[in-house]
């Protein structure tokens, strides 16, 4: 579809999510997520050149969680090249994101870099590659969207490192397969420090551009090639939303990638690039009203891969 009103598509989606009976819980695994009044809602489009159109709060921080992990695989894939696949893979898991269950039966090799086990070897990578994974991927973020102020929320960060044991066990698993390089709590307190950043739906639309823009930054300089993006992309569509991929590209048609935080990010190649915020999240960590606002978008626009 060549014109589409964008500004009027994403008011009508507000008003139509707005009305939806259930909206999920917000995360409670993390005490610091669990107060947050499900009910919030924004959502952002930012097009190639980084222009926003925005409804409800898309200029509101919340947790980015997992939404980061798409950035610490790009950042790795960018500086490493295709040796991280060697300790990833890039299958579904058909299991929730925290899930142990594979890992003894598959050597201490995650299923993918979106699951848990798989964010920390891409974020162990990071720390080995750069010596402070959390200030680069802060750096980048910042680069991309603009937003000098971004930052980590340290308490939610302590919330989950005090309510840490699964991924604690994670790292550890995979360490005893020597499939991780850090000491395991420096691993884990880089880990948690990057899924704690605070971004708006405009910070993370915008610094996902490079997605959209086929592997070109906001500035015009190359990140990962042509190829690389539509790897990345492809991994976001197949493992983004875990064990409901399947269900996210059957409803939405684009890849995308959740946080516990309420976030989804997802990308329209050559056009540009979403986020949805909503905190109410169904029993797969996905956000109920953010799902169902991106089914709308694609359905109403045309603007999906498919
Ligand atoms: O490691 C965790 O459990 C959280 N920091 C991130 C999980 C997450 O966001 C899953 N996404 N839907």
């Not at 919030?40 to 939404?67: T, Y």
């Not at 891409?122 to 603009?146: K, N």
């Not at 309510?163 to 691993?187: C, E, K, W």
């Amino acid at each position: 579809m060549v014109n589409v009103d964008l500004q009027a598509v994403l008011e009508q989606i507000a008003d139509e999510v707005g009305a939806l009976p259930g909206r999920g819980h917000s995360a409670d695994y993390i005490p610091a997520l669990a107060g947050v009044d499900p009910h919030r809602f924004g959502m952002a489009f930012a097009d190639l050149d980084g222009r926003v159109h925005g409804v409800g709060e898309w200029q509101v921080p919340f947790s980015a969680q997992s939404i980061t992990k798409v950035f610490t695989l790009a950042l790795v894939l960018a500086k490493d090249g295709t040796g991280l696949w060697e300790s990833v893979g890039r299958e579904p898991s058909g299991n929730p994101f925290n899930s142990l269950v594979q890992l003894e039966y598959e050597n201490g090799i995650p299923r993918n870099p979106f699951i848990n086990a798989g964010a920390l070897v891409v974020t162990d990578r990071l720390q080995s590659l750069t010596g402070d994974a959390g200030e680069d991927l802060l750096d980048f973020l910042r680069a991309e969207s603009g937003n000098p102020d971004l930052g980590f929320d340290l308490e939610v960060a302590a919330s989950e490192t005090a309510h840490g044991d699964r991924n604690a066990a994670l790292a550890h698993f995979m360490a005893s397969y020597g499939n991780i390089r850090q000491p395991v709590p420096t691993l884990l307190a880089h880990y948690f420090r990057q899924c704690s950043i605070e971004m708006s739906c405009a910070d993370l639309a915008l610094a996902a551009g490079f997605l959209a823009r086929h592997g070109l930054r906001a500035d015009g300089s190359r990140l990962l090639t042509r190829s690389e993006a539509k790897q990345i992309n492809a991994v976001m569509m197949t493992c983004g939303t875990y064990d409901a991929a399947g269900e996210f590209a059957y409803r939405v048609g684009l890849p995308g990638k959740s946080g516990v935080g309420g976030g989804i990010v997802a990308v329209v190649p050559g056009r540009g690039t979403l986020c949805v915020w909503s905190p109410g999240l169904d029993e797969r960590g996905n956000s109920v009203a953010g799902v169902a606002a991106l089914d709308r978008f694609t359905t109403l626009t045309g603007l999906s891969v498919f």
